[in-house]
Structure formats: structure tokens, C-alpha cells
């Protein structure tokens, strides 16, 4: 009974989905409106995006796991999720919308000559959207195991779904059910917690773990920054944000939409901590399915079934986001900007499709490697940062930064993580340690080479300035 239950709930809820979804056909007629969703979002659009981008997989799913393991100290990924927000709000909004930026590479070819640096960011750029996407899966995995069907076969149901969708909704119909959900999960979730007041949840969570599971501080300094550290650095350089950015209405909305995204983040993660504790506590052989066997085990079935549909609709939304990340990577950066510049929309249009169904396989054969929602997740993070932080954040603030400084940074930094990913090389916090080497490549390199003459130095400290000066101008 329960399982038609969640059957059909979930048929009637994907058909919501596919409604408000339709609506994004209006803002897809064309390749950059499909990518930027035709710069009309507001501020709800771009909270409930940035919410939606971690909540399904990265702070419902991967934050239960950990919570299993760790306790309360399962809650940092998702604080850092929320930290990201606020930090790239601070950073890289004015920036990115003033410079009117699809991409980082559109950035990156005004600052550096040649195309080495373009070519990197965008070659590597879909490999993290494969492993972020791949993340999205793994925690679909989770509750098709839970049910007893084929995990593998549900990967592959969950990105047929999720590739159709993103074909005919674009990054607007991304966005506006990226909200739907997000609301639907808030609820469901407070459902479920209230369900484990009642049933006398906290009693058990307290009777099963020791007093040091209690502490947010309970992992070690290496695990911390896994959770931590990729998350705060690896969002300045990425894709998605950067196209939600291109998409807001106004600098405003761009800002304050990353900004408050934070809140809803950081309480949200603190709340499913003590509900996968609470998993771990009733279902200790379950492992990382523990929540989802909670759910089909403790609460309504209506409460059950509304949870269920809301998280893997929102799995197949903000993976859906990262497709669209990919194809501004792929088609706007590679294919338009050096194979072939005059490319029409009927060309764009079939290279996005070719290009999605690639991607989407490749992640699922990640989602088939790993078991666990965030250590994917941190992977993938790390591949990006590695190859593109240095480049970015040392052309922006340091004038003396030189294309073949970019370049060593680059190569450094890429090499030294996949050293790390591999296991060749022990060094610690290994989730960020590769920027280290690339910062001290990017400095020695440009201190040795010149300035080509095409080279702009533009520093986004001016730009800030800029914002600062533009917002007194208003209050006067």
C-alpha cells in the first residue's frame, strides 16, 4: 500500500514538475536564454535555486549519512554549503553580473592571452558537473536500494528522466522548480521531524550514541576540511552559480538572493543532522540507506511518499542545472567561441542534446563508483579548484599575474590532485592541498615571465569599489 502510494504521488508530482517546467519553454527559445534563462529571475528564483543545488542530495542525503557515522558533526557539509553562499556573494556577484559573464571563460579571455587557460576551464568544467550530477544519482541510488530494485537501473531511469527534462525546460524551468521543491522538502522534513518528537526520537538518539556524538567537533581536521574546504573555495569558480548570476533581474537580486540563500542552508542541515541520527539509532544495519528505510518505516505513509517525490524531483532538477552548466562550458565557450563561431541555432541546439546525453552518462558511471553523496561531491570540487582557482583569483587581485604564470598554476595544481585523488602522494587535507603548489607555480612563473600586450590586469577589488561607490550615489 505504501509503495502505490508513493508511486502515485510521485507520477502526480513529476506532472506539477513538468507543468511549471513547460513555463521555462518561454525562456528557452534561443541557446543564451536557455543558458541564462532570458535574465529574469528574482530573488526567490535565485535562493530557491541555490538552495535546491545542495539540499536534495548534498544536505538531505549526504548529511544523514554522515550523521549516521558522526553525529551531530554530520551538519558541516551543509553549513559550509550555506558559508558558500555568503561568500560568493560577497566575492564574485558584482563581478560576474556587471561583467555580464555566461562563463568564467568569458573572463578569463579578457585577462589572459591566448586560449590555454579558456580551453582548461571549460575541458575540466564538465568533468565536475559529471561528478556533481553523478553526487545527485548516488543519493537516488540510495532510495531505490531501499525499496529493493536494481540501484543501477534506477540510475539510469533517474537520468533518462532528468535529461528529458532539461531539453525542453532549459535553466529557467531549472529554477522555478528547483522552488516548488525546495518548499515541498522544508515541509516534508519539518513533517518528519515533528514525527520524531512525537515517537520519542530524541530519546533514542540519546540512548544509542555517546556524549561525543553530540559535538559539532566530533571528525578530525582532515574530514573537516573534506566537508569544508572544497565547498568555500570551489564556488567561486563555479559554472552554476555563475549562470545564476547571468540569469537575476538586477545586481540586487544577484547578491542578496547567494546571500540569504545561507539561512534556509545552514538551519536546514542542523535539523536533518538529528534526523539521521535518529536513522542510524532505529536502523543501524541500513548504512547510508538508513534514512530513506526510516521513512518507509516511521512515519505516515503520506509523509513518507511527499518526502520521496520532493527529493528526487529536486535530484532531477539540480542536475538538470548542471547540465545547463555544461552546455554554456561545451557550447558556448568551446563550440561557439573557436570551432565555429557562426554556428546557428539548430547546430547549438543538437551539439546541447549530444552533449547532455554524454554528460549524463558519465554520471552515472560516477554515481555507480561511490556510495556516498559528499565524498563524490568533494571529488569533483577538487578536480575544478585545482585547475582553475589560482588563475582566477590571481588575475583578479594581483597585477603582476602573467598568462604563463596562469598556465603552471593550472598544470600544478591538476597534476598535484589527481596524485591525491589516485593515492600516489600521502599529504594532508589533500581536498585542497593542490591549490597550495599552484598559488607558489602562479607566483614564481609570473615573476619570471612579461605582460603580453593583450593581457588586461583588472582587479576586482575596483569593481567592488565600484558597487560600494554606486550604492552611496543611491542613498543620497
Not at 124 to 139: D, H, K, N, R, S
Amino acid at each position: 500500500m505504501k509503495l502505490s502510494l508513493i508511486i502515485l504521488s510521485f507520477v502526480l508530482f513529476m506532472a506539477v514538475n513538468v507543468i511549471i517546467g513547460l513555463r521555462g519553454r518561454a525562456h528557452a527559445s534561443t541557446t543564451r536564454d536557455f543558458l541564462t534563462a532570458s535574465g529574469q529571475s528574482g530573488i526567490w528564483f535565485i535562493i530557491g535555486s541555490a538552495v535546491g543545488a545542495s539540499i536534495g542530495s548534498g544536505v538531505v542525503i549526504g548529511t544523514t549519512q554522515y550523521a549516521v557515522r558522526l553525529g551531530v558533526a554530520g551538519a558541516w557539509y551543509a553549513i559550509a554549503c550555506g558559508l558558500a553562499g555568503v561568500v560568493y556573494a560577497l566575492v564574485m556577484s558584482r563581478f560576474v553580473y556587471r561583467n555580464k559573464l555566461v562563463s568564467l571563460s568569458d573572463y578569463f579571455k579578457r585577462r589572459y592571452s591566448g586560449n590555454f587557460i579558456v580551453l582548461l576551464y571549460s575541458g575540466i568544467g564538465p568533468f565536475a558537473c559529471a561528478a556533481a550530477m553523478g553526487a545527485q544519482l548516488v543519493a537516488s541510488k540510495a532510495i531505490f536500494q531501499a525499496f529493493g530494485m536494481d540501484p543501477i537501473l534506477g540510475l539510469v531511469i533517474t537520468a533518462a528522466v532528468m535529461l528529458v527534462y532539461t531539453m525542453f525546460a532549459g535553466l529557467w524551468g531549472s529554477y522555478a522548480t528547483s522552488v516548488f521543491q525546495v518548499i515541498v522538502i522544508i515541509i516534508g522534513a519539518l513533517l518528519v521531524f515533528a514525527s520524531m518528537i512525537f515517537r520519542g526520537g530524541f530519546q533514542t538518539i540519546r540512548g544509542y550514541y555517546q556524549p561525543e556524538m553530540f559535538s559539532l567537533f566530533n571528525l578530525t581536521p582532515d574530514l573537516w576540511v573534506m566537508f569544508v574546504g572544497p565547498m568555500l573555495l570551489s564556488v567561486l569558480v563555479d559554472q552554476t552559480s555563475v549562470q545564476r548570476v547571468c540569469s537575476a533581474r538586477t545586481e540586487k537580486i544577484a547578491f542578496w538572493g547567494h546571500f540569504l540563500s545561507s539561512i534556509p542552508l545552514i538551519l536546514f542541515g542542523m535539523l536533518m543532522v538529528y534526523v539521521g541520527m535518529w536513522a542510524g539509532a532505529e536502523f543501524p544495519e541500513a548504512g547510508g540507506s538508513a534514512f530513506v528505510v526510516l521513512l518507509l518505516n516511521k512515519v505516515s505513509p503520506l509523509v513518507c511518499a511527499l518526502m520521496l517525490c520532493a527529493i528526487l524531483a529536486a535530484i532531477m532538477s539540480t542536475a538538470s542545472g548542471a547540465l545547463v552548466a555544461t552546455d554554456a562550458l561545451v557550447v558556448h565557450d568551446l563550440y561557439c567561441g573557436f570551432i565555429n563561431k557562426n554556428a546557428t541555432e539548430a547546430q547549438q541546439k543538437r551539439l546541447n542534446l549530444v552533449v547532455n546525453v554524454v554528460v549524463s552518462a558519465a554520471a552515472v558511471l560516477c554515481a555507480a563508483a561511490f556510495e556516498n553523496v559528499i565524498d563524490l561531491l568533494s571529488t569533483g570540487y577538487t578536480i575544478m579548484l585545482s585547475g582553475t582557482l589560482v588563475p582566477l583569483i590571481g588575475g583578479l587581485l594581483w597585477k603582476r599575474g602573467t598568462t604563463k604564470g596562469a598556465a603552471a598554476a593550472a598544470a600544478v595544481g591538476m597534476i598535484t590532485a589527481f596524485l591525491c585523488i589516485f593515492k600516489v602522494i600521502q599529504v594532508p587535507f589533500s581536498s585542497i592541498f593542490p591549490v597550495l603548489p599552484a598559488i607558489v607555480a602562479y607566483i614564481a612563473v609570473s615573476l619570471c615571465t612579461k605582460h603580453a600586450p593583450s593581457e588586461n590586469t583588472a582587479r576586482v577589488a575596483e569593481v567592488l569599489a565600484a558597487g560600494a561607490a554606486d550604492q552611496a550615489d543611491e542613498e543620497s
